[in-house]
């Protein structure tokens, strides 16, 4: 089975700190997602990555980096927190094979900012 | 660009079926939907490609109508198992990049 492994479960940080979502898959996936739940909002892209090196820009991105440094490591970096970055983050990864690929989710983070 | 997803929340009795509509505002390539149970990580239950073809897992379809870029999520004889939060994903370009509608919660009592 494909695993999406997030590092944290639960965080909580103080606004103005520089925080990492650190997500690892073992699949050999070149495709990687990071999104932001938040309650009637549903899911929400944040950035995604084809490949090493290389990034896109998703739906909402301000306020928000990304690093891919290992084909299978996705980091996403917030800056400089702040209290609306509240909210939980879930990585995805998926093959590039074709457009009928599915998305696989890791167990998500819960990022609190004090 | 997210789709919309209506109804916003349902609740079923055991048996009973349910449909979930999503909408979409751009031409899509597919249309995925997952479903997530609560703390835990979504789930994929089926792809649905241009074309409006209709898929199935267990007693749970789809259809993709790609004139109308709607697509329509049904259940029969709804399962406790089938309670949790269904996503529709749409994807715009065909890389996979998926946009998701806002959430449809569902809830199956006995």
């Known amino acids: 089975d494909v695993k999406v492994t997030q590092s944290s479960r639960y965080l909580v940080k103080r606004t103005g700190e520089k925080v990492f979502l650190e997500c690892v898959q073992d699949?050999?996936?070149?495709?990687m997602f990071w999104y932001r739940q938040d309650p009637g909002l549903g899911l929400r892209l944040i950035y995604f990555s084809y490949d090493v090196k290389m990034k896109e820009k998703g739906d909402i991105p301000e306020g928000y980096s990304v690093s891919r440094e290992k084909k299978e490591r996705f980091s996403l970096i917030l800056e400089s927190a702040s209290t609306n970055q509240t909210s939980m983050y879930l990585c995805?990864?998926?093959?590039?094979?074709?457009?009928?690929?599915?998305?696989?989710f890791g167990s998500g983070t819960q990022l609190s900012v004090l | 660009q997210q789709p919309v997803q209506s109804p916003q929340a349902v609740i079923l009795r055991e048996g009973e079926d349910a449909v979930i509509n999503c909408s979409s505002s751009?031409?899509?390539?597919?249309v995925h939907w997952y479903r997530q149970k609560h703390g835990e990580a979504p789930v994929f239950l089926m792809i649905?490609?241009?074309?409006?073809e209709q898929k199935g897992h267990e007693k749970i379809s789809a259809s993709f109508n790609e004139k109308k870029q709607q697509s329509s999520l049904y259940l029969t004889a709804s399962q406790l198992s089938y309670s949790g939060t269904y996503f529709c994903?749409?994807?715009?370009?065909?890389?996979?990049?998926?946009?998701f509608g806002t959430g449809t919660r569902l809830t199956v009592i006995p």
């Open positions: 649905l490609l241009k074309g409006g």
């Open positions: 994903g749409g994807d715009q370009t065909g890389a996979n990049n998926l946009f």
């Open positions: 995805a990864s998926s093959p590039r094979d074709s457009i009928n690929e599915k998305l696989f």
């Open positions: 751009k031409a899509l390539y597919s």
């Open positions: 699949m050999d996936h070149e495709n």
